[in-house]
Structures are given as structure tokens and as C-alpha cells.
């Protein structure tokens, strides 16, 4: 199945950049379209509620702005993630915000639910839900979700614990629509990996903390600057649900990251830290598995630009090794 016009026609790169917790703003967000990428936030970021009508006005107003002194380099289109949980107050007047402003995507986590795709479609919008299994794969495209994001093993925050490899197979044995796939996408070379293994854009979230518009305290961008995927932790202590997170935060807030509790699900809170007197995202700082590719602090446009490169380049060594393996079979041949 074709990409829909939204996710195709306006991306320089095959990216959605993720929305981020306390991270990802109206800088952010615009500076990633500018750049050709999809750029997103998720509502709660907004606060208090009533900015969030801000918020969209701004970003609606300036990629506006762009496309009409840019005609030959229109932005992409953004995306506002909403958290269709329990727990998520807020729910009703964020959804009813972005259908005012018809957001081009909506972008759903932890849990689906058919009025929120249905206030999408309202108004012409795509909805992608953020699955960790084929289950609920398959639960969020019963309900209405036009694609999925598959959020594989070594994603940052809150992921899963499947190869990508495993839930993209298990996903395209049954969906044709468009899926993102997310886990440790840091280069050019695993978005083009992303889109070999089946799926059709790669999501970049951890990346991006480290960029010059993230609304991330300079040490979380230092700390991933001089990380690697060996200082990632998963645990579920800090929100209830299992995450991955950066071990010197850990360390940073007097806890050995070898030796934490089990957190009870039930105590799931994405603001307050779950069990823990440490608060994610403040204090724990959540980070994907990638991050050894993240070597500064660029602008949103640079990072971008580096990814681009790399894509083309990833692409040119893949048709030289496709052009080598031919030759040698039909020299067997002969």
C-alpha cells in the first residue's frame, strides 16, 4: 500500500522525528518540517492546557509562513501525540485542539481508542499508534489507526523488547499500511535499514534531544553525547511502564542502575516518577540504544542534513553491492 500523501510527498528523508516528553516544542518542531522531516510533539508538553492552542497556532502559522517564501522547499507536517491513557486527564481538550487546527497527524501512545481516530479522520488527518507487539498491532488498526510505529527493542523511553527484524515481519504478514519502524535509528544507514527490513519511514527520537532547539537541559545533551548504547538501562521503576534511560542520570540521582526494584504497574504516572522519588523525565533521563552515533550538539537542520548524507550514502554502497554480488553470479554462470 502506497504511503498516504501527508507521510510522502513533502519529506526530504523518510523520518518522523518523535515527539519527545518536556522535550519537544514549537522550535523543535517547526526547525525538523523546516528541515523536511516530520516533526512532532506530544499535548501534554503544553502546559498549562491552554497553550496548547498557542502552540498549534504557532507552528500552523510559521510553516505557513515557510512554504510561502520556500515553494520549491515546502515544510513537512507536523504531529501532536496524544496519550490515549486512563490517566490522561487532559485527553478530551487536547484531541478537541488539534482537530481545531487539523493537525496533519496524530500520533497515539498507550491505548487506542476509536473517537480519537474518528476525530482525526474528521478533518482529513492520519493516525499512527505506537505498538510494542503485533497484538496490539492489531487492536490499534481495528479501531481506526491508519499506520503503526513499531517500537522495537532499544528505543528510547518507553519500548519494547523485540528485534525490529521480529515485530516488522510479524506486522507485514498481515498489514499493508504505513508503518515507522523505532529502536536505536540514530544514522543514515538504519533508516535505510528501516525501510530494507519492510518498514516504510523511521522514527528518530533520541537523537534530536541532542540538538541545539530540544528543550533538554545541556547536561542530558552532553551525557548523550559521551554515551553509547552500553549506558542504557531498561527498567519499569520510573513510570511503571519499562523504559530505556541513560545510567549516569541514574547514577546522578544516588541510584545503582545493576540493582533497581520492580516497579508495580499499577503505579504507572508519566510525570512523577512512578515508585521512585526521582522523576521521569527530570531526573531520568530516557535515551535510546543509538546514541554512539550522536557525536555534538547540531541544529535540528544539521542533524537532518548529517541523516540525509549517510541515506544517500547507505544507498550507493547498497546498489555497488547489489551491481558486485550480480557480477559474481553471472561470472558463475558463464
Avoid at 516528553?21 to 516533526?39: D, M, N, R, T, Y
Avoid at 479501531?143 to 503503526?148: M, Y
Wanted: glycine share 10%; hydrophobic share 45%.
Amino acid at each position: 500500500m502506497a504511503l498516504p500523501p501527508v507521510l510522502r510527498d513533502r519529506l526530504r528523508l523518510p523520518v518522523i522525528g518523535s515527539p519527545l516528553f518536556i522535550i519537544s516544542g514549537p522550535e523543535l518542531v517547526i526547525a525538523q518540517c523546516k528541515a523536511g522531516v516530520v516533526g512532532s510533539f506530544p499535548a501534554l508538553n503544553a502546559r498549562p492546557a491552554s497553550l496548547l492552542d498557542e502552540w498549534l497556532h504557532q507552528i500552523t502559522e510559521e510553516l505557513a509562513a515557510w512554504d510561502r517564501d520556500h515553494p520549491d522547499t515546502p515544510s513537512a507536517p507536523f504531529a501532536v501525540n496524544h496519550i490515549v491513557h486512563k490517566t490522561n486527564e487532559r485527553l478530551e481538550h487536547d484531541v478537541e485542539a488539534s482537530t481545531k487546527w487539523k493537525a496533519p497527524i496524530i500520533i497515539t501512545s498507550l491505548g487506542a481508542r476509536e473517537d480519537v481516530n474518528a476525530a482525526a479522520h474528521s478533518y482529513g488527518g492520519v493516525v499512527l499508534h505506537d505498538i510494542i507487539n503485533d497484538r496490539f498491532g492489531r487492536k490499534a488498526v481495528e479501531k481506526g489507526a491508519d499506520g503503526l510505529i513499531a517500537v522495537a527493542a532499544g528505543a528510547g523511553g518507553h519500548a519494547g523488547t523485540l528485534s525490529p527484524f521480529a515485530l516488522v515481519h510479524a506486522l507485514r504478514e498481515w498489514f499493508d499500511g504505513p508503518i515507522a519502524l523505532s529502536g536505536s535509528i540514530a544514522n543514515g544507514h538504519a533508516v535505510l535499514g528501516a525501510q530494507a527490513m519492510g518498514a516504510d519511514l523511521a522514527y528518530v527520537g533520541s537523537a534530536f534531544i541532542a540538538t541545539q532547539e530540544a528543550n533538554a537541559d545541556a547536561r542530558y545533551k552532553e551525557m548523550i553525547v559521551n554515551s553509547t548504547g552500553e549506558d542504557i538501562v531498561y527498567s519499569n521503576l520510573f513510570t511503571g511502564v519499562h523504559g530505556n534511560y541513560l545510567a549516569p542520570s541514574i547514577v546522578a540521582a544516588g541510584m545503582d542502575p545493576n540493582a533497581l526494584p520492580q516497579s508495580d504497574a499499577s503505579a504507572m504516572n508519566f510525570g512523577s516518577g512512578g515508585n521512585s522519588k526521582a522523576k521521569a523525565w527530570r531526573d531520568i533521563w530516557g535515551c535510546g540504544q543509538g546514541i554512539g552515533a550522536v557525536k555534538n550538539v547540531p541544529t535540528a537542520a544539521d542533524l537532518v542534513g548529517r541523516l540525509s548524507d549517510e541515506y544517500e550514502a547507505a544507498k550507493a554502497e547498497l546498489a555497488a553491492k547489489t551491481a558486485f554480488t550480480a557480477g559474481r553470479v553471472l561470472q558463475a554462470a558463464e
